[in-house]
């Protein structure tokens, strides 16, 4: 670890005093961990980032209040490290509160809820449903009650928001008892990203609730949700993230049968077939180049037929998706783009809208083209018969805020 950490972390005089009633937000993935101090009104936090954990390369990007940034390296270290270093950092705020991002809670959980000893258990017992996720969940938890035992720790889980689908929607079309023995069915993901999202929405539109909104978030991790009411109808990934949207890596939807016919043609394992959905398909699968939508497009603009094909694929799958989800909805208000390419790229929400051909949907390309690097706002014609927002996702608030809801806070 660098020497400077303590020389160079000066915001104590700065404007700490706002910082009130801080709640901590981690977010523990398997090899970084992202963390956001969030001051009592939502208005002030710190950010950072712990990456390439394990590795030599293991290091915390760390954002002061004062906008600052510092690189500490903390070479091969992992969860444990960071989190004391991350916790060192963060002391002097005097945070009354964390609150956990965690995957997977099962179909025990609707709401978030303060960690206790079952709480735990449940989270490293689901690492069966989320083998990535939840295990570095748990970690972070038990890191943080070693060093802190008496800061109440909440856990808001991606599922959570989605215990409102009805049978219909949640359910596969498969034997009974894997359903009622096994917990086999659909739990959906992004549940804080989409509440947050379509909550915003409703606040910001003109027109009157109850509001029906498809909520498309698009990052690495890409999914699309009909909300109703504030209350999830129906989403696109399944018992595990892979389902739903092509994304980054992740395949999305692909015919049940491939892994037997994967097994039995080319000989691979379960395991291969499974790390090959998630690693090497989506975005990066067609296109051969990258994960990165930027990358895509940039090739694409170049003439690479398999990066244009993998953005037309992608656009493709999500319109399909979106006006299939609209079966949902018993109204339909409009479509929010949210997530790094929800939010950024113009090009994509338009291809995404042309698929939808047939549900009247108008877009003002002035207000679509001035819609992005974060910022909020709608770009539907007066003519158009949904409405389309853009709104950039905060996680972080909505997870610091459902923290102060679970302790009783607000
Ligand atoms: P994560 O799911 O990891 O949080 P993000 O929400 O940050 O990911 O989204 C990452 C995706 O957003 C990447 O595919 C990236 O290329 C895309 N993205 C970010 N900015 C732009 C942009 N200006 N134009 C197109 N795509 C963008």
Redesign the pocket.
């Known amino acids: 670890m660098s020497a400077s950490l303590t020389t160079t972390f000066d915001d104590k005089n700065t404007e700490t005093s706002n910082l009130i009633n801080p709640t901590l937000v981690l977010n523990c993935g398997s090899s970084s961990i992202k963390y956001a101090l969030i001051s009592e009104d939502n208005s002030i936090r710190i950010t950072g980032l712990a990456e390439n954990l394990g590795l030599d390369t293991a290091r915390i990007k760390h954002t002061t209040l004062n906008g600052d940034k510092l690189e500490i390296s903390i070479s091969g270290g992992r969860h444990q490290l960071a989190l004391q270093k991350i916790l060192e950092l963060l002391e002097q705020y005097h945070f009354i509160a964390v609150g956990h991002r965690v995957v997977h809670g099962g179909r025990e959980y609707s709401a978030a809820v303060r960690v206790d000893e079952h709480v735990l258990d449940e989270v490293k017992r689901l690492k069966i449903l989320a083998p990535l996720h939840n295990p570095a969940h748990a970690l972070g938890i038990e890191a943080v009650q070693a060093i802190y035992p008496d800061i109440p720790q909440v856990v808001v889980f991606d599922t959570a928001f989605h215990q409102t689908m009805p049978p219909v929607a949640f359910r596969y079309p498969l034997p009974k008892a894997l359903y009622e023995e096994h917990k086999i069915r659909r739990y959906g993901f992004h549940g804080t990203s989409h509440a947050y999202v379509s909550e915003r929405a409703s606040e910001i539109t003109e027109s009157k609730g109850p509001h029906g909104w498809l909520t498309a978030?698009?990052?690495?991790?890409?999914s699309a949700t009909a909300v109703y009411d504030g209350k999830s109808f129906d989403t696109s990934m399944g018992l595990t993230p892979l389902e739903g949207l092509m994304?980054?890596t992740r395949s999305g939807d692909v015919d049940p049968s491939l892994h037997i016919h994967l097994k039995r043609q080319l000989g691979m394992s379960l395991e291969e077939i499974d790390a090959m959905l998630n690693n090497e398909s989506g975005?990066l699968g067609v296109s051969g180049l990258?994960?990165?939508?930027?990358?895509?497009?940039q090739a694409a603009n170049e003439g690479h037929a398999d990066a244009k094909l993998a953005i037309e694929m992608f656009c493709y799958r999500v319109g399909k998706y979106l006006a299939s989800l609209s079966c949902a909805l018993p109204e339909f208000t409009g479509i929010v783009f949210?997530?790094?390419?929800?939010?950024?790229?113009?090009?994509?929400r338009t291809s995404i809208l042309e698929v939808m051909r047939h549900f009247g949907i108008k877009v003002d390309a002035d207000k679509n083209a001035s819609l992005?690097?974060g910022s909020e706002g709608s770009f539907h014609a007066d003519n158009s018969s949904i409405e389309l927002w853009v709104v950039p996702?905060d996680e972080e608030c909505r997870i610091a805020q459902e923290t102060r809801e679970a302790l009783g806070l607000l």
């Open positions: 978030h698009l990052g690495n991790g890409c994304m980054g975005l990258s994960n990165d939508l930027r990358t895509v497009e949210t997530g790094g390419i929800g939010e950024n790229s113009v090009t994509t992005f690097g996702t």
